[in-house]
């Protein structure tokens, strides 16, 4: 079976660290109920569909339409614009956290003992995860020595050390950080664009572009994100019960995200939780944006 989360595409970790990133939101989703579990099942099939294809085209235009499916009708303008519209959101919440969490296990799968020692070490909020004092071992003043022997450390491991200090110095600035999301969402549009403009083309004209294999596992990317987060939001009694109540939540909930990062402040332990969102256990379905 394909698997195409970047974070499990690229990593094989071994059961410990697994169990070590279990603890920083990686849990299992929920499944929606309510009106909406006809789209559910319909989604499943089509990107079950496209997995299963050995036709290239096929699995493009397959999980296409299980996006397409899995995003309401609810935004004006054409399919393209409406299906963009409704992933941006989910794909820019979840991008800092899943940069942060693959450089995580990264980290760990380095020296696992060692880079697990230094975040335990590491000043942080109470109660948070290590996805969270991660975080805060990268960002906060308070931990600029734990740092600093955590790149002495990584030694001979030169790319490892870069990308570190590469992804810490976006960190340590909400404007950098919220560019980095920025254009990330830019690079989304333009890639969603893509694979509508070769999906088009392999329905009405049948020409497959040597490019298509690369669009079909951003697609799949794509939808596994809001896939995950909509089971999240959308199962159980404390959840929402429709896909458009759970997309303009998302819409909503990313508006307010890039504004609390756009205040330019010193950063704080409590960042963790606003740069490293991760979707609420619990929720009252009759309100949009949880205070």
Same mark, same amino acid.
């Given at each position: 079976?394909?698997?195409? %989360? ?19 939101? /990686?849990?299992?989703v ?12 319909n ?5 079950? /569909? ?16 299980a ?7 609810s935004?004006?303008g ?5 299906v963009t519209?409704?992933? $941006?959101?989910?794909i820019g ?6 940069l942060?969490?693959?450089l995580?296990?990264?980290?760990l799968r ?11 070490s ?5 109660g ?10 990268l960002t906060?003043?308070?931990?600029e ?8 450390? /990584?030694? =001979? ?5 870069h990308?570190?200090f590469?992804? $810490? ?8 950080t919220?560019k980095?999301?920025e ?7 333009w ?5 509508y403009?070769?999906?088009?083309? *392999?329905?009405?004209?049948g020409q497959v ?5 690369t $669009?079909v596992v951003?697609?799949?990317d #794509?939808?596994?994100q809001v ?9 159980g =009694?404390?959840?929402? %019960? ?8 998302m819409?909503?909930? #990313? ?10 402040e010193? *950063? ?12 609420p ?6 309100? *949009?944006?949880?205070?």
């Open positions: 079976r394909q698997r195409h %989360d970047l974070y499990a595409k690229y990593h094989d970790y071994d059961s410990e660290i697994s169990d070590l990133l279990g603890e920083c939101g /990686m849990k299992r929920r499944i929606p109920s309510g009106p909406d579990g006809k789209k559910f099942f989604a499943v099939s089509f990107h079950g /569909m496209s997995n299963s294809s050995t036709s290239v085209e096929n699995q493009l235009v397959n999980i296409w339409t996006l397409e499916t899995i995003t309401p009708e935004y004006s054409s399919t393209i614009s409406n519209q409704g992933v $941006l959101p989910f919440l979840n991008y800092m956290a899943r942060t969490r693959c995580l296990g990264d980290v380095w020296n696992r003992k060692f880079a697990f020692k230094s975040i335990k590491a000043a942080c909020g109470d948070d995860n290590l996805l969270q004092q991660f975080y805060c071992l906060l003043d308070a931990n020595p734990l740092v600093e022997v955590l790149f002495a450390e /990584m030694k =001979d491991f030169h790319l490892l050390r990308r570190t590469s992804f $810490l110095k976006t960190l340590r600035s909400r404007a950098k919220l980095a999301i254009d990330h969402e830019r690079r989304v549009s890639q969603i664009h893509r694979i403009r070769t999906r088009n083309l *392999i329905v009405h004209r572009p040597s490019y298509t294999k $669009l951003n697609a799949h #794509y939808f596994d896939f995950e987060l909509t089971c999240a939001l959308g199962g =009694d404390q959840h929402y %019960d429709t896909y458009e109540d759970i997309f303009r939540y819409e909503m909930r #990313y508006s307010k995200y890039k504004e609390d990062l756009s205040v330019s010193a *950063i704080t332990a409590t960042d963790a939780r606003v740069v490293l969102w991760t979707p256990q619990d929720i009252d379905r009759k309100i *949009i944006l949880p205070t």
